[in-house]
């Protein structure tokens, strides 16, 4: 696995910012929060995507407990469900750890992203009704705010909402796949957006580009631009983490969305530079 080392709590998070997130999740919630399971799950979780919690680390439960002022039963829970998005690993008579950032996980994650949600979108744009598009200019109207101010945490529920509306005619395991993916892809989404400034400006220009094809019923355009939009965003994260690391999963979803002349461009606008499958496929078979 192509691990990336923990970063250290400069490069996540300064130390102000860190002490200002564990004591917004845990002193903003009611009185005995502790013993509430998605109240104990969402200030866990922001703790890890704001790098409070660094990747790599090994943490005790009775530290965390401790930490968030949680019950251990509540704990328990939303650790399993920390632990089913892969944000957290459970590790035999060491407690758990925080997942570490790690490229092939990122690289499977976009790859099933590309190809299930460009199939999504072929599917569902041509049925899409007044009230879907609608809908989808609620989610940009509520983005608007958040990229001019860069603000990643108000923009990630829009977000949310405005991808799964691109596959809301699709069967319901296939949505909740996609949803699945959508919520192990935020952390590298976050990474993305703490090292691009430019990347939530990306993202809503792209997004334009995709509601275009919507009011047009264009499944194909739309499954295009959704493929080259996700790709883009896993190309950006491996640029930015390991200039030597191939996405060959993703770029190989991508040429089978674009055609490989399109995903070669796509790839070159994202920085990847030239790639080649060799060596990929026996190192993912060893």
Do not use: W
């Not at 035999?92 to 490229?103: S, Y």
């Amino acid at each position: 696995m192509k691990m990336i080392p923990a970063m250290s709590p400069a490069e996540m998070a300064d130390p102000d910012e860190a002490e200002r997130v564990v004591h917004s999740a845990v002193s903003s919630t009611p009185a005995r929060s502790g013993d509430d399971v998605a109240l104990v799950y969402t200030a866990l979780r922001r703790m890890i995507l704001d790098g409070v919690l660094e990747p790599g680390v090994h943490v005790a439960q009775a530290q965390l407990a401790a930490q968030i002022g949680s019950g251990r039963t509540p704990l328990r829970e939303a650790l399993r469900m920390l632990q089913q998005e892969g944000l957290v690993l459970a590790v035999r008579n060491k407690g758990i750890r925080i997942a570490p950032i790690d490229l092939e996980e990122l690289d499977c994650i976009y790859g099933f992203r590309v190809a299930m949600e460009a199939a999504a979108a072929r599917l569902t744009v041509p049925a899409m009704t007044e009230e879907d598009l609608s809908a989808l200019a609620a989610t940009m109207a509520e983005m608007k705010p958040a990229v001019e101010q860069g603000d990643r945490d108000a923009f990630e529920q829009p977000h949310r909402r405005f991808h799964q509306i691109l596959a809301k005619y699709v069967h319901e395991p296939a949505r909740c796949r996609i949803d699945l993916d959508s919520d192990r892809a935020e952390r590298y989404r976050r990474l993305l957006m703490r090292g691009d400034r430019d990347a939530l400006v990306a993202a809503d220009r792209e997004h334009q580009e995709i509601v275009a094809a919507c009011h047009d019923r264009d499944g194909d355009r739309a499954a295009m631009l959704v493929a080259d939009h996700l790709a883009r965003a896993a190309f950006r994260v491996a640029v930015q983490l390991d200039l030597t690391f191939n996405p060959v999963l993703t770029r190989n979803a991508l040429a089978m969305v674009l055609g490989p002349d399109h995903a070669r461009f796509a790839e070159r606008r994202a920085g990847l530079g030239a790639r080649g499958d060799e060596g990929v496929v026996r190192r993912a078979g060893r």
